[in-house]
């Protein structure tokens, strides 16, 4: 399984990104698909995910209202709309996979997925 995001760039502050992931080499549909980011120096934390055949998608308190997900299956591809971007969105982000079923309270711990991308570099700066 091979996840690859791409989009991230440098970005003015208010300004809009839109990170895509693309999913292959699976047999099977992924259960869960979540967009992750590391900040330098701070821990890796769950921005939103979404779940096969789940209406709702959980975000992150600090991108609420900001960030929009969404999942293309036709193209094995999910999306990730930021929006109002702010300095401290700066950082790596990641999208990751999940086979197997996972409760929405888990759905963005990290510790929860198996396989990652390589990671994209969102910066927010004037």
């Known amino acids: 399984v091979q996840l690859q995001a791409s989009g991230g760039g440098l970005v003015q502050p208010g300004g809009s990104l839109r990170l895509s992931c693309i999913v292959s080499g699976y047999t099977s549909t992924p259960y869960a698909l979540g967009w992750f980011r590391q900040a330098p120096g701070k821990e890796r934390e769950g921005v939103s995910c979404?779940?096969?055949?789940?209406?709702?998608?959980p975000y992150a308190d600090s991108v609420k209202g900001r960030f929009t997900i969404s999942r293309d299956k036709a193209k094995n591809t999910m999306y990730l709309q930021m929006n109002s971007l702010k300095p401290e969105d700066t950082a790596v982000y990641y999208c990751?996979?999940?086979?197997?079923?996972?409760?929405?309270?888990?759905?963005?711990?990290?510790?929860?997925?198996?396989?990652w991308g390589q990671g994209t570099l969102v910066t927010v700066s004037s």
């Open positions: 979404i779940r096969s055949g789940s209406n709702g998608s």
């Open positions: 990751a996979a999940r086979f197997t079923r996972i409760v929405l309270s888990a759905c963005l711990d990290p510790a929860q997925y198996t396989y």
